[in-house]
């Protein structure tokens, strides 16, 4: 019998798809060793490009067969599984996980993720600025103004901005063109990807930077993080916090990778 990652993978029925939190999920059980000798790429009716384990095709948890018609894509996601040493580490398998998340869980709640993504354009990062100091202020109006710009060019959406801890009421207008754009995308790859990016930054807006070709990954990366490495700046280095967050890099270029090849 073909054999999938762990079952522990997918959601309990009813709950939530969250595409970044299934992709985090570590499992608690020992890892299973590695059971296949070679891993290649071949035909199958669920894709010219077919990840196949020994010759036969690798699976889903949910018994998905993992075949594209995306050679690029097909291609990325058989080196993850050609780099498993010893033993089946999800942790070391972002791509899979992911697609697995797509696969099995995103495309049974395809509303529900659109409306989960879509909740960004009502409370998105870049809409919120510091008060002070002066310096951070001039950094965040120089650089996230651009891309509410290119929003309104792109979108017709109009988004205001504010500083402190108030909420900011968005006009509903705009609010809702970003969430049609949302909507658009219904292929359960690129919208667990799109809905990565958005939880991953904090930011509809850049994600759809990305999705769109306006930023690349380390831009919009680097305008996500801009507060905090302004306070690093200021504070030195925090090495913990830069751990985690190449942790989570590892997770957006997989969601980048799906995107570029799906969207």
Same mark, same amino acid.
């Given at each position: 019998m073909t054999r999938s990652l /762990?079952? /522990?993978l997918l959601p309990h029925h009813g709950e939530p798809i969250d595409p970044v939190a299934m992709a985090r999920k570590d499992l608690k059980t020992s890892l299973p060793k590695r059971f296949w000798k070679e891993v290649t790429l071949g035909p199958h009716e669920a894709g010219r490009f077919t990840i196949l384990l /020994? %010759?036969?095709?690798?699976r889903t948890p949910a018994r998905?067969?993992? %075949? @594209?018609e995306d050679e690029a894509l097909a291609t990325m996601l058989r080196q993850e599984w050609a780099d498993i040493a010893e033993v089946i580490d999800p942790a070391q398998m972002p791509l899979t996980r992911l697609i697995n998340s797509a696969l099995d869980g995103v495309s049974e709640q395809i509303d529900a993720v659109q409306a989960d993504a879509g909740r960004y354009a009502a409370?998105?990062?870049? @809409?919120y600025r510091a008060e002070h100091p002066e310096k951070l202020v001039e950094r965040q109006s120089a650089s996230w103004d651009p891309l509410l710009d290119w929003v309104q060019q792109?979108? %017709?959406a109009r988004f205001v901005t504010g500083s402190g801890v108030m909420f900011v009421t968005q006009p509903p207008e705009a609010v809702d063109l970003l969430r049609k754009a949302v909507a658009q995308v219904s292929n359960p790859l690129p919208l667990a990807a799109l809905h990565g990016l958005t939880t991953l930054t904090g930011s509809l807006v850049l994600a759809l930077a990305l999705a769109e070709s306006r930023c690349s990954l380390a831009?919009?990366?680097?305008?996500?993080?801009?507060d905090e490495d302004f306070q690093m700046e200021i504070w030195g280095q925090d090495e913990e916090a830069l751990l985690r967050r190449a942790q989570r890099f590892r997770e957006a270029q997989a969601a980048a990778s799906l995107l570029k090849c799906t969207f």
């Open positions: /762990d079952d /522990d /020994d %010759g036969r095709p690798a998905k067969v993992l %075949g @594209f409370s998105d990062l870049l @809409f792109r979108y %017709g831009e919009i990366w680097a305008l996500a993080h801009l």
